[in-house]
């Protein structure tokens, strides 16, 4: 029987010591509104003339559903079909949950820094601003023996090798028109160089998504980090541009990508139950004057208004997080170096992390 019974302990301590996350993949999609990740489609932006791209018909057709439900389940597939199932969702204004920036200028840099530092430091007032000065979690992580080494990100941004301090850090940043692989890249790895430097390059200062997401892929899965984050930035270019049927499209590609990347977790021993994707955005847009929904900034209702969601083995599966709360994007650090087993400290202070996340 004590046999037994030490043979059951031990086995219960494996599967608890399997179900602690071990890397964890940290993903952004620049200015992606939490109406359209609660909501789905929005038909009077949808159907303003200005902003439809001349075909209104084919974002009904993609889009449209008559519930918010079913809207949302078309544009975000992978969000609402498996992260709702297994994971949680936070920040559905509708029912009270509330996700906030902390920081008051609404815009990339100062919300990419206050994701990764939990911390506000006011002096980054641009998006031109110099390298972070404060120390991100990434840093932080790459300074754990464990980890050292294994920590990187891809941003289709150039600003993340300034937001990050590629320099300072040590950690590899692979920002925009940036070659990737090293000074031996593989194959694949040249390639990828080739088509980035060869491609339409639509804005001068970041690629197009399907760069950043091929680079992090093949990393991913040759290289196996433990800690890597994508930062996607088409959501805000073409909400910028005006176009939205190519927002929507963009972030239903990010949803769709998303999906890769947790079918190869989830394929792979090193990963499988052992990860935690953590998905977010920068800042908000315009909703309260739909004609601002294209902006962002302090001058921009709403700006400050944004989601999360995460999924992992020590995260509960409560799925659309229902409760009237109030959580910060200054929390975020916090929180995923908790789900790592670490406490995040640093040069300044970090904010307290969200318990509902943690089992």
């Known amino acids: 029987m004590k046999k037994l019974l030490i043979v059951s302990f031990l086995l219960s301590s494996y599967f608890l010591q399997a179900q602690q996350t071990e890397n964890i993949i940290i993903i952004t999609t620049d200015g992606f509104r939490w109406q359209e990740v609660f909501d789905g489609m929005d038909k009077d932006i949808a159907n303003d003339k200005r902003y439809h791209q001349n075909d209104s018909a084919k974002i009904f057709e993609k889009y449209w559903a008559g519930d918010g439900e079913s809207r949302r389940k078309?544009?975000?597939?992978?969000?609402?079909?498996?992260?709702?199932?297994?994971?949680?969702?936070?920040?559905?204004?509708?029912?009270?949950?509330?996700?906030?920036v902390s920081n008051n200028q609404w815009f990339s840099y100062p919300g990419y820094s206050e994701i990764m530092c939990g911390y506000v430091d006011t002096a980054i007032n641009s998006n031109e601003y110099k390298a972070n000065p404060n120390t991100t979690l990434l840093e932080y992580?790459?300074?754990?023996?464990?980890?050292?080494?294994k920590v990187l990100a891809f941003g289709a941004w150039d600003a993340f090798n300034r937001i990050l301090n590629e320099?300072?850090?040590?950690?590899?940043?692979?920002?925009?028109?940036?070659?990737?692989?090293?000074?031996?890249?593989?194959?694949?790895?040249?390639?990828?160089?080739?088509?980035?430097?060869?491609?339409?390059?639509?804005?001068s200062e970041e690629c197009l998504d399907v760069f950043t997401q091929y680079e992090a892929m093949e990393h991913l899965q040759t290289k196996k980090p433990r800690v890597m984050y994508i930062a996607y930035g088409e959501t805000d270019e073409w909400a910028h541009s005006r176009q939205y049927r190519s927002y929507l499209d963009a972030a239903h590609q990010v949803d769709a990508?998303?999906?890769?990347?947790?079918?190869?977790?989830?394929?792979?021993?090193?990963?499988?139950?052992?990860?935690?994707?953590?998905?977010?955005t920068d800042h908000g847009r315009g909703i309260t004057n739909k004609t601002k929904w294209t902006s962002h900034g302090a001058s921009v209702d709403d700006a400050d208004?944004?989601?999360?969601?995460?999924?992992?083995?020590?995260?509960?599966?409560?799925?659309?997080?229902?409760?009237?709360?109030?959580?910060?994007?200054?929390?975020?650090?916090?929180?995923?170096?908790?789900?790592?087993?670490?406490?995040?400290?640093?040069?300044?202070?970090?904010?307290?992390?969200i318990p509902s996340v943690i089992k």
């Open 305 to 353: 208004q944004i989601w999360f969601a995460v999924m992992g083995p020590n995260t509960p599966a409560t799925g659309e997080v229902k409760t009237q709360t109030q959580v910060y994007q200054k929390q975020f650090a916090q929180t995923m170096a908790k789900l790592m087993g670490y406490q995040f400290t640093a040069e300044h202070p970090v904010a307290d992390f």
């Open 141 to 149: 992580f790459n300074k754990q023996s464990v980890l050292k080494g």
């Open 257 to 280: 990508w998303i999906k890769k990347i947790w079918d190869f977790v989830q394929s792979d021993p090193q990963y499988k139950n052992k990860t935690t994707l953590f998905i977010t």
């Open 74 to 100: 078309k544009l975000l597939p992978f969000f609402w079909n498996t992260i709702a199932a297994k994971g949680q969702l936070y920040g559905n204004r509708l029912i009270g949950n509330m996700v906030n």
């Open 167 to 203: 320099e300072r850090s040590g950690i590899p940043v692979i920002a925009a028109y940036d070659q990737f692989g090293g000074a031996n890249p593989t194959a694949n790895e040249k390639l990828i160089n080739n088509m980035v430097q060869d491609s339409y390059r639509q804005w």
